[in-house]
């Protein structure tokens, strides 16, 4: 694999990782603890919102960024041809 | 059949399942002792994984403490969990490919040095050990509420469980049996949970039940809210840390998972890169179908706690209040002789003492669940704690047969040399657990939460400059990892331990001096590695830029770890 190659896959993969990142700092930190107050004043069914991102809503996210984040990958490592 | 009966059947037949398996996944190899071989299939490997990081604490005690603290507990809902996020996308796949066998191997080729591989060898015997003993003393407390037998007895047999499948099979034993012990801690967790929520709302998924209204016609958490704040407590849904420490803590618990040697190297078993990455993400499902279940627990069992007992006369109360009050984890103290529970915020007034641990055990009774129900807890808590110790123990084990011995003491040492000093690491290192599971030292309890935040001060920074910063050396990871790691045991010992203040009785009176204060109150010890990570980061960066870059072939190590490709090649060069 050449240099540039490298330096470009290396490069994606960072992106990937801001994105997915941010997306987990939003729904754990931002929706589960510093607006969780403003959040709680919605409500569905018998949850206030920001409590269930607190308690429920976090974890599902987490559990779908990771699957998303090893379909991206895969699909980077085809690309650049590096994977095993 | 009675309660006692259903347990020692379930019990038992579990043992053998256990024990069955451990003969079976005999380890031959150092290499089947130290990573399962590196052939565990993802799927399997996610399991196992899932079965060694939920302990005895995620089984029996976590729901009690979202119970009682409400929203504040999701502090370790989020951050027990999150924590896999950044192992799947930061660490897993890197490390996997680096392709070898414990972390102080990362520590100590990447910084190359033999200084770093002992810093960190050290590291990951305090963490574990701490981590082990509070592992064995679950296991004693489980054998006797369920079994009826000595806490001590209850240890002792556990130890021997434990010594058959570590030594015999190592890793390879241990990550099957991981396997069958995730099937049955999983389903003594779900099946109790499955019928409180339909007994009391009428929808058998505790998921939503919990946001489900009971048959008045009320939402189950604003009932909760009323109750709580009724008897003098927070609203259940609201919190009563500050902000700042519930950031903290939750930051804390993450980079911490990420950083635990028993949890990484979970990660070095599986065949490929990729396996690595999708194991990280099943090990997560199957944590999540614990962890999301668990605040609904909480909510059910508060609730149903509150309308059994609240101003109910003692004299009335139902059999299992007097079956746990005889454990001592309930306790009745009618202070103004009425005869009547008062049940409130308010200490002078409050005259019923509940254990946190009761919310996950007493609950099927407190549902009048049936009796095989009852037994299949103690099943489940035993093999939440069990297969944690083994997953210590191995790292304990390789931590001193390949890190010290092989790569320090004695390199010439023989394969079979090496799987024997592996063993009778493992043997050795069950005997200490054991040895503290009987005689619990009074920190454990505390330590062991801390020892997140040790892990979050110490690895998390090293290993990540590692992989991701080409031009990390090893003056600053050393200096990094030192400093950090000080840090934090500075603020333990005199937060926690008031250490510098006159002893244990002081520490509550420090809570003011608590740093990062602004105005709602500061950090707590438990919040406080989020704080000694960032400064871990800080001077592995600034001392690394004024001092030499690293050799040549480091960074090429760096450049190899970040391509997928050729795993197998990188064994056979290094």
Same mark, same amino acid.
């Given at each position: 694999m050449s240099k540039e190659n490298m330096k470009a896959y290396w490069k994606e993969n960072l992106t990937y990782l801001a994105i997915l990142l941010s997306i987990w700092f939003l729904v754990s930190y931002?929706?589960?603890?510093?607006?969780?107050?403003?959040?709680?004043?919605?409500?569905?069914?018998?949850?206030?919102?920001?409590?269930?991102?607190?308690?429920?809503?976090?974890?599902?996210?987490?559990?779908?960024?990771?699957?998303?984040?090893?379909?991206?990958?895969?699909?980077?490592?085809k690309k650049y041809g590096v994977h095993e | 059949?009675?309660?006692? +009966?259903?347990?020692?059947?379930?019990?038992?037949?579990?043992?053998?399942?256990?024990?069955?398996? +451990?003969?079976?996944?005999?380890?031959?190899?150092?290499?089947?002792?130290?990573?399962?071989?590196?052939?565990?299939?993802? !799927?399997?490997?996610?399991?196992?994984?899932?079965?060694?990081?939920?302990?005895?604490?995620?089984?029996i005690s976590l729901a009690g403490i979202v119970s009682f603290t409400g929203y504040d507990g999701s502090v370790y809902i989020m951050g027990w969990t999150g924590g896999y996020v950044l192992l799947?996308?930061?660490?897993?796949?890197?490390?996997?490919?680096?392709?070898?066998?414990?972390?102080?191997?990362?520590?100590?080729?990447?910084?190359?040095?033999?200084?770093?591989?002992?810093? =960190?060898?050290?590291?990951?015997?305090?963490?574990s050990f701490t981590y082990v003993a509070g592992q064995m003393r679950g296991v004693g407390i489980v054998f006797s509420r369920y079994l009826e037998v000595d806490i001590n007895t209850g240890v002792y047999i556990g130890m021997a469980i434990v010594f058959f499948y570590a030594v015999l099979g190592g890793m390879k034993g241990i990550t099957y049996t991981q396997v069958a012990q995730y099937c049955v801690l999983i389903f003594a967790f779900m099946v109790p949970a499955i019928f409180i929520s339909f007994q009391m709302t009428g929808n058998p998924i505790p998921q939503l039940g919990f946001g489900s209204a009971g048959e008045d016609g009320i939402y189950l958490l604003d009932k909760l809210d009323g109750l709580s704040t009724e008897l003098g407590f927070h609203e259940y849904t609201s919190g009563s840390k500050s902000m700042i420490d519930v950031f903290a803590i939750t930051f804390a618990l993450m980079v911490g998972t990420a950083g635990l040697p028993h949890v990484?190297?979970?990660?070095?078993?599986?065949?490929?890169?990729?396996? =690595?990455?999708?194991?990280?993400?099943?090990?997560?499902?199957?944590?999540?179908?614990?962890?999301?279940?668990?605040?609904?627990?909480?909510?059910?069992?508060?609730?149903?706690?509150? &309308?059994?007992?609240?101003?109910a006369k003692y004299e009335e109360l139902p059999q299992w209040f007097g079956n746990w009050e005889k454990t001592g984890l309930l306790k009745f103290d009618d202070k103004n002789a009425d005869g009547v529970v008062q049940y409130v915020a308010d200490k002078a007034v409050n005259? #019923?003492?509940?254990?946190?641990?009761?919310?996950?055990?007493?609950?099927?009774?407190?549902?009048?669940?049936?009796?095989w129900v009852v037994a299949l807890v103690g099943a489940g808590g035993l093999a939440a704690a069990l297969s944690t110790a083994a997953g210590l123990l191995l790292v304990i084990a390789s931590s001193i047969s390949h890190d010290l011995i092989k790569k320090l003491i004695n390199p010439e040492i023989s394969e079979k040399?090496? #799987?024997?000093?592996?063993?009778?690491?493992?043997? !050795?290192?069950?005997?200490?657990?054991?040895?503290?599971?009987?005689?619990?030292?009074?920190?454990?309890?505390?330590?062991?939460?801390? =020892?997140?935040?040790?892990? +979050?001060?110490?690895?998390?920074?090293?290993?990540?400059?590692?992989?991701?910063?080409?031009?990390?050396?090893?003056?600053?990871?050393?200096?990094?990892?030192?400093?950090?790691?000080? #840090?934090?045991?500075?603020?333990?010992?005199k937060f926690k331990f008031g250490?510098?203040?006159?002893?244990?009785?002081?520490?509550?009176?420090?809570?003011?001096?608590?740093?990062?204060?602004?105005?709602?109150?500061?950090?707590?010890? &438990?919040?406080?590695?989020?704080?000694?990570?960032?400064?871990?980061?800080?001077?592995?960066?600034?001392?690394?830029?004024?001092t030499p870059a690293p050799p040549e072939h480091v960074q090429e190590i760096v450049e190899h770890i970040r391509i997928p490709k050729g795993v197998e090649a990188a064994q056979a060069t290094h």
């Amino acid at each position: 694999m050449s240099k540039e190659n490298m330096k470009a896959y290396w490069k994606e993969n960072l992106t990937y990782l801001a994105i997915l990142l941010s997306i987990w700092f939003l729904v754990s930190y931002v929706f589960g603890i510093f607006l969780v107050d403003q959040l709680n004043t919605i409500k569905f069914a018998g949850f206030k919102l920001g409590f269930w991102f607190a308690q429920q809503g976090s974890m599902y996210v987490f559990v779908i960024l990771i699957f998303v984040y090893v379909k991206l990958m895969n699909t980077l490592d085809k690309k650049y041809g590096v994977h095993e | 059949m009675g309660i006692l +009966a259903w347990t020692w059947i379930l019990v038992g037949l579990s043992f053998a399942l256990y024990i069955g398996i +451990a003969i079976w996944a005999r380890a031959g190899t150092s290499k089947e002792f130290y990573v399962a071989g590196g052939g565990v299939h993802p !799927v399997l490997n996610g399991m196992a994984t899932a079965a060694d990081w939920m302990s005895a604490a995620s089984f029996i005690s976590l729901a009690g403490i979202v119970s009682f603290t409400g929203y504040d507990g999701s502090v370790y809902i989020m951050g027990w969990t999150g924590g896999y996020v950044l192992l799947a996308l930061l660490l897993a796949p890197y490390l996997r490919k680096f392709g070898k066998f414990t972390v102080p191997d990362f520590i100590g080729d990447r910084y190359y040095s033999s200084t770093a591989r002992v810093v =960190a060898v050290i590291c990951a015997l305090i963490v574990s050990f701490t981590y082990v003993a509070g592992q064995m003393r679950g296991v004693g407390i489980v054998f006797s509420r369920y079994l009826e037998v000595d806490i001590n007895t209850g240890v002792y047999i556990g130890m021997a469980i434990v010594f058959f499948y570590a030594v015999l099979g190592g890793m390879k034993g241990i990550t099957y049996t991981q396997v069958a012990q995730y099937c049955v801690l999983i389903f003594a967790f779900m099946v109790p949970a499955i019928f409180i929520s339909f007994q009391m709302t009428g929808n058998p998924i505790p998921q939503l039940g919990f946001g489900s209204a009971g048959e008045d016609g009320i939402y189950l958490l604003d009932k909760l809210d009323g109750l709580s704040t009724e008897l003098g407590f927070h609203e259940y849904t609201s919190g009563s840390k500050s902000m700042i420490d519930v950031f903290a803590i939750t930051f804390a618990l993450m980079v911490g998972t990420a950083g635990l040697p028993h949890v990484i190297v979970r990660f070095f078993t599986v065949p490929k890169v990729k396996d =690595a990455r999708i194991s990280a993400g099943w090990a997560l499902l199957f944590i999540s179908i614990l962890y999301t279940t668990v605040p609904a627990v909480a909510v059910f069992a508060r609730t149903k706690l509150i &309308e059994t007992v609240s101003n109910a006369k003692y004299e009335e109360l139902p059999q299992w209040f007097g079956n746990w009050e005889k454990t001592g984890l309930l306790k009745f103290d009618d202070k103004n002789a009425d005869g009547v529970v008062q049940y409130v915020a308010d200490k002078a007034v409050n005259e #019923l003492t509940i254990d946190n641990d009761i919310m996950v055990l007493a609950n099927p009774e407190i549902a009048n669940l049936p009796n095989w129900v009852v037994a299949l807890v103690g099943a489940g808590g035993l093999a939440a704690a069990l297969s944690t110790a083994a997953g210590l123990l191995l790292v304990i084990a390789s931590s001193i047969s390949h890190d010290l011995i092989k790569k320090l003491i004695n390199p010439e040492i023989s394969e079979k040399g090496e #799987l024997l000093a592996a063993r009778i690491s493992a043997g !050795v290192a069950v005997v200490i657990a054991g040895y503290f599971g009987i005689h619990p030292p009074g920190f454990v309890a505390a330590v062991v939460a801390l =020892a997140f935040g040790l892990a +979050a001060a110490s690895f998390f920074p090293a290993i990540l400059l590692g992989i991701f910063d080409k031009r990390m050396n090893k003056e600053g990871a050393i200096t990094g990892m030192i400093i950090g790691i000080s #840090l934090m045991l500075f603020y333990m010992l005199k937060f926690k331990f008031g250490i510098f203040d006159g002893g244990k009785v002081a520490v509550a009176g420090l809570k003011a001096d608590w740093w990062f204060n602004f105005g709602n109150g500061g950090i707590s010890p &438990e919040g406080f590695g989020t704080i000694a990570m960032a400064v871990n980061f800080i001077f592995s960066v600034i001392v690394s830029r004024l001092t030499p870059a690293p050799p040549e072939h480091v960074q090429e190590i760096v450049e190899h770890i970040r391509i997928p490709k050729g795993v197998e090649a990188a064994q056979a060069t290094h």
